[in-house]
C-alpha cells in the first residue's frame, strides 16, 4: 500500500522565481494538508484541503497557493520566492476518525519536498 | 488555539538507559495528542496517539506516552533505548474537528553506545 508520495524530492530555485511541488496523498485517504518545516523548527501549518477546497489556512501569505484535484491529489504552488521560503516542505493526508461529528485528524506524512532558495 | 513546548532541544543517552521526552500543551478545549519521529532527511512517522480513552497509550517499538491532563503534559517514555532511536523527536496537539496540527520544536535523541 503507497503511502504519500512528493516531488521533486530536491529542487533549488533562485529568488523570485516560482515552484511547484506535488503530492499523492495515501490511498483511501481524502484530506490533504502542507506544513513547512525550516531548518530545526517543528512543521508550520500552511494549508488544508479537501473536496477540492482550501478548508483551513495558516500563517503564511497569499504567495503560498494550492490545489486539489478530483483524485484527491494536491499541488503547492510559491510564488516570488524569498531566501526564506527555503524549508522542507510536507504534505500529509489524512482520514478523519468519527468523521461527521467529531474526530482527529491522523496524519500520514510523506517523505517531503526540500526546497532551497539561493 | 493551541501551543505544544518541548522542554528539551536535545537529549543524550547511552544504550540501555532509559529517556523522557517532556511536552506540555496549552489549549482550552479538548485534545488529541500525536508524537511524530523523523529519521535523518526523511518525514514524520506517527510514533503514537492519544485520542480518548486510557491515558497510557504504548507504540510497537517500546515507546509509551502518558497523558496528563491536570498537568497539560503528554511525555514521552522508554525504558531502555536502543541506538536505532537516534531521532528527532515531535510532539503536537489537535484541538478541533479536522484540525490543523501544532507542532513544538523538536527533541534530538542521540543515543550512544
Known amino acids: 500500500d503507497a503511502g504519500v508520495t512528493q516531488s521533486p524530492t530536491h529542487l533549488i530555485k533562485t529568488r523570485g522565481q516560482q515552484v511547484t511541488l506535488r503530492c499523492s496523498p495515501k490511498s483511501g485517504h481524502d484530506t490533504v494538508s502542507w506544513y513547512q518545516q525550516a531548518l530545526g523548527q517543528g512543521p508550520q501549518f500552511i494549508f488544508q484541503y479537501y473536496e477540492e477546497e482550501e478548508r483551513q489556512r495558516g500563517n503564511f501569505p497569499d504567495r503560498f497557493s494550492g490545489h486539489q484535484f478530483p483524485n484527491y491529489s494536491s499541488e503547492l504552488n510559491v510564488n516570488a520566492l524569498l531566501l526564506g521560503d527555503s524549508a522542507l516542505y510536507l504534505c500529509?493526508?489524512?482520514?478523519?476518525?468519527?468523521?461527521?461529528?467529531?474526530?482527529?485528524?491522523?496524519?500520514?506524512f510523506g517523505a517531503g519536498s526540500r526546497l532551497t532558495v539561493l | 488555539a493551541q501551543s505544544v513546548t518541548q522542554l528539551d532541544s536535545q537529549v543524550p543517552v547511552f544504550e540501555e538507559a532509559p529517556v523522557e521526552l517532556r511536552c506540555n500543551y496549552s489549549?482550552?478545549?479538548?485534545?488529541?495528542l500525536f508524537w511524530y519521529v523523523q529519521y535523518p532527511n526523511q518525514g514524520l512517522q506517527l510514533l503514537l496517539k492519544y485520542l480518548s480513552g486510557s491515558t497510557l497509550v504504548e507504540s510497537i517499538n517500546g515507546f509509551e506516552a502518558e497523558f496528563n491532563k491536570s498537568q497539560t503534559s503528554f511525555h514521552l517514555r522508554k525504558p531502555s533505548v536502543h541506538i536505532s532511536d537516534t531521532a528527532e523527536y515531535f510532539c503536537a496537539v489537535q484541538g478541533s474537528t479536522l484540525g490543523r496540527l501544532y507542532f513544538g520544536r523538536g527533541t534530538q535523541l542521540t543515543v550512544w553506545p
Open positions: 500529509a493526508s489524512s482520514l478523519v476518525i468519527g468523521r461527521g461529528n467529531s474526530g482527529a485528524n491522523v496524519l500520514t
Open positions: 489549549s482550552s478545549v479538548s485534545v488529541y
